[in-house]
């Protein structure tokens, strides 16, 4: 018999509203407001430096404020949903939709129903943090200074023939690579938790804690691949069309 786990119980926004008029809503709800509160961030910084005796030029302002929203906010929202998808994948492969040979599906192409709820100790809770910690001070490092993201793009410019090459090796750079290497890092650090889950010994409890840690750490590498990538893209454009 598969095994049955608790799992948490989300709510849609406006679950009544047919599509597409509920995603038409979302934006219109989203997008404006956040737009003048990214404009008025950016204005209140440029103050703050004056005030301060620091010059600081709009496009400055603008990366520095899209880095940090995009650490601070993108990276867990990326996180949630990504770990949602992967829970998702996992309770079909526990119910054999892929022994037939069935093709996984595109990512985030179904709808998903809530993970389940995963016992943490706290150990585990530290250490999580202490990884969220990690990887906004990195994403801070790299792409808060639009004078790092400058010398992020000479060098694709300086290793790439053309637009084309431009963009494959920036996303090898900012999206693969991180992912890749993440992905590496995690398997090689649960390679333990994974021949313990694929024993059948443990009892229904631990095999959840196991099972989410290696979820959750494989949709955080995700989640922060993603992330990198669009604080580069968000940099390029400023850089571009606004530098």
Same mark, same amino acid.
């Given at each position: 018999m598969p095994r049955t786990t608790p799992t948490r119980k989300g709510k849609r926004f406006l679950p009544d509203l047919a599509e597409p008029f509920r995603s038409i809503l979302l934006i219109l709800v989203i997008v404006p407001p956040g737009v003048i509160g990214i404009g008025a961030l950016c204005i209140g910084l440029l103050f703050a430096a004056e005030g301060m005796g620091r010059s600081l030029t709009f496009e400055e302002a603008f990366n520095g404020v899209l880095a940090v929203l995009m650490a601070? =906010? =993108?990276?867990?929202?990326?996180?949630?949903?990504?770990?949602?998808? =992967?829970w998702h994948i996992e309770k079909k492969r526990q119910a054999g939709h892929f022994l037939s040979g069935a093709a996984m599906p595109d990512a985030f192409s179904e709808?998903?129903?809530?993970?389940?709820v995963v016992p943490i100790n706290l150990r585990q809770r530290a250490v999580y943090a202490l990884l969220y910690l990690a990887a906004i001070g990195l994403l801070l490092f790299v792409y808060l200074p639009l004078g790092h993201q400058a010398v992020l793009?000479? =060098?694709?410019?300086r290793f790439s023939s053309g637009r084309a090459s431009a963009g494959s090796l920036?996303?090898?750079?900012?999206?693969?690579?991180?992912?890749?290497?993440g992905m590496a890092?995690?398997?090689?650090?649960?390679?333990?938790?994974?021949?313990?889950?694929?024993s059948g010994l443990l009892d229904p409890t631990e095999t959840l804690r196991l099972q989410g840690r290696v979820e959750w750490l494989g949709a955080f590498v995700t989640a922060f691949a993603m992330t990198s990538l669009l604080c580069f893209m968000f940099g390029a454009m400023i850089a571009r069309y606004l530098g």
């Open positions: 601070l =906010f =993108f990276l867990p929202l990326c996180h949630a949903g990504t770990y949602r998808w =992967f709808p998903t129903e809530p993970p389940p793009q000479g =060098f694709i410019a920036a996303t090898l750079l900012t999206a693969w690579l991180p992912l890749l290497g890092v995690v398997m090689l650090a649960l390679e333990g938790d994974m021949k313990k889950i694929r």
